[in-house]
T-cell receptor, first 113, second 111 residues
Framework: NAGVTQTPKFRILKIGQSMTLQCTQD?????MYWYRQDPGMGLKLIYY???????DKGEVPNGYNVSRSTTEDFPLRLELAAPSQTSVYFC????????????FGEGSWLTVV | RKEVEQDPGPFNVPEGATVAFNCTYS??????FFWYRQDCRKEPKLLMS???SGNEDGRFTAQLNRASQYISLLIRDSKLSDSATYLC????????????FGSGTQLTVLP
């Protein structure tokens, strides 16, 4: 059972570079999320989507973009990477409302130098 | 005041001990509550939901106190494998934006 798969697992970026974190889920969940987790902090919502073609900002969207062209995929784009974006990024999905169990990917460790 | 607050710990307890964590929330309109477990350098995973009447799952008991706006997690007969960070999650409405994670309480069970 694949669940939520995100790539890459580790990446080092230089300041100003751009990259895309890939996320795909095979559970036919309509809700998908991107969170970042800084050391000793809770998860902060970057963007979320309630279905294909629909995305919305979370708590910390600046410096990021997302798209949701299919139910399965929810890539996160970092434009002009900054050291403040050094973090662990988790993609997640849930069936219907967020009151249901949220399933997380294994995380992507990103360092911006 | 943070929306969701947890004692970061660490809580270091011997095997077999009983340990309890609290999580306070600021929004009195909060509707749903959960405990997630996160192992070191791993993704969070649902441990249990928290129901108004309290609920139990094996050695784990979750309680909700709406009047004082906190939820609790009690772990009995602690095992080494219980060592992890425990995150409380509070949902204020049906919107994904209103789902808030606490920063977590770190538990280490010692042999």
């Amino acid at each position: 059972n694949a669940g939520v798969t995100q790539t890459p697992k580790f990446r080092i970026l230089k300041i100003g570079q751009s990259m895309t974190l890939q996320c795909t889920q095979d559970m036919n969940h309509n809700y998908m999320y991107w969170y970042r987790q800084d050391p000793g902090m809770g998860l902060k919502l970057i963007y979320y989507s309630v279905g294909a073609g629909i995305t919305d900002k979370g708590e910390v969207p600046n410096g990021y973009n997302v798209s949701r062209s299919t139910t399965e995929d929810f890539p996160l784009r970092l434009e002009l990477a900054a050291p403040s974006q050094t973090s662990v990024y988790f993609c997640a999905s849930s069936y219907s409302s967020p009151g249901n169990t949220i399933y997380f990917g294994e995380g992507s460790w990103l360092t911006v130098v | 005041r943070k929306e969701v607050e947890q004692d970061p710990g660490p809580f270091n307890v011997p095997e077999g001990a009983t340990v309890a964590f609290n999580c306070t929330y600021s929004n009195s309109a909060s509707q749903s509550f959960f405990w997630y477990r996160q192992d070191c350098r791993k993704e969070p995973k649902l441990l249990m939901s928290v129901y108004s009447s309290g609920n139990e799952d094996g050695r784990f008991t979750a309680q909700l106190n709406r009047a004082s706006q906190y939820i609790s997690l009690l772990i009995r007969d602690s095992k080494l494998s219980d060592s992890a960070t425990y995150l409380c999650v509070v949902i204020s409405s049906g919107s994904a934006r209103q789902l808030t994670f606490g920063s977590g309480t770190q538990l280490t069970v010692l042999p």
